[in-house]
């Protein structure tokens, strides 16, 4: 394209959801809002549990504090934008921004993948080699992969930023989604797409299969370890300390898998419906993960519960 073609833009603006009507704009702004401060109340809550009670300061709750780190950070990177553009109808980001933002998206995704897989062979050591599990997954060594996981996310967003920044970008500044993302950004560029898409995602691939085939690879060992487990109750009692982890694994891999899968099959979505589920996906598990937590784990139920209590005791005490 010639050169005199090209505009160079300063911002851009994000349209949310495009076949939203205005009169729902409050509706959705407050929404929003309601999910954003549940995802931080709830995580806020896990994380003072775990500061204040040394019984949950274990290897496998290391790895949900960072989850909840990941959940917490990816949240307000993207939300504050987008409630923003339906309660001040200001959907405008600086050109800046929008790479800063894709980046981080791409970012804690990344690295939230690959703590699931963490939290995968912690339940794999624990129950398949329940008498060394202390010598394996000793703090250090749980650092050691959760440090990992911080740093092998950078790859792939900062491949993907060093290689888009630079283009001329000609298409308008109209983002059709409700935060910045490689693909939405990309698609504006005066430059054969393909060239940037494909790495992507492979890339994308590469983080969601390596770290799902860590994970289908853990719990099938787990399965046959429970398996051989006499007693009914102990098989249950066994598997019920990977159910948590199980349905966060759910949420967070099968609706991104039924994403990418429908776009290589070609099953084609309105723009509101592909958007709708990118944010279920995107934000219903770090509002729920918390909850989850909490009322699934026997550990951190008793830990909030001798709290509560301990908590009515002392406002009594003070009446008194």
């Given at each position: 394209m010639p050169a005199g073609n090209v505009s160079f833009i300063k911002d851009f603006y994000i349209v949310g959801f495009p076949g939203l009507q205005p009169h729902y704009y409050g509706l959705v702004s407050a929404i929003l809002l309601f999910v954003y401060v549940c995802t931080m109340v709830g995580n806020a809550v896990f994380f003072a549990l775990f500061v204040t009670?040394?019984?949950?300061?274990?290897?496998v709750y290391y790895c949900v504090i960072n989850l909840i780190l990941c959940d917490v950070l990816f949240t307000t990177t993207t939300l504050?934008?987008?409630i923003s553009r339906y309660w001040f109808r200001d959907g405008t980001i600086s050109f800046l921004g929008c790479f800063l933002q894709m980046f981080f998206v791409h970012y804690f995704g990344s690295v939230t993948a690959r703590q699931l897989a963490v939290m995968a062979i912690d339940r794999y050591t624990a129950i398949c080699f329940p008498l060394r599990y202390h010598s394996i997954m000793t703090n250090r060594n749980v650092l050691i992969l959760i440090l990992g996981s911080w740093i092998l996310g950078l790859v792939g967003p900062l491949m993907m930023i060093i290689r888009a920044y630079p283009?001329?970008?000609?298409?308008?500044?109209?983002?059709?989604?409700?935060?910045c993302d490689h693909v939405a950004i990309i698609t504006l560029a005066c430059a054969n797409i393909e060239e940037y898409t494909y790495p992507a995602f492979i890339n994308a691939m590469v983080v969601l299969l390596g770290s799902l085939t860590i994970i289908v690879f853990s719990y099938c060992a787990i399965i046959v370890a429970v398996l051989r487990i006499s007693s009914t109750q102990g098989r249950l009692k066994t598997f019920s300390t990977c159910s948590p982890q199980l349905i966060i694994i759910a949420l967070f891999f099968l609706p991104r898998c039924f994403n990418y899968l429908s776009a290589i099959i070609n099953i084609k979505f309105s723009a509101d419906l592909r958007i709708v589920i990118v944010m279920i996906y995107s934000l219903l598990p770090p509002m729920i993960n918390p909850l989850i937590y909490c009322l699934r784990t026997d550990?951190?139920?008793?830990?909030?519960?001798?709290?509560?209590?301990?908590k009515k005791i002392c406002n009594k005490s003070r009446l008194h």
């Open positions: 009670s040394k019984s949950l300061q274990k290897p504050p934008n987008i283009l001329p970008y000609c298409a308008g500044n109209i983002i059709v989604h409700c935060y550990e951190v139920k008793k830990v909030l519960i001798s709290h509560v209590q301990r």
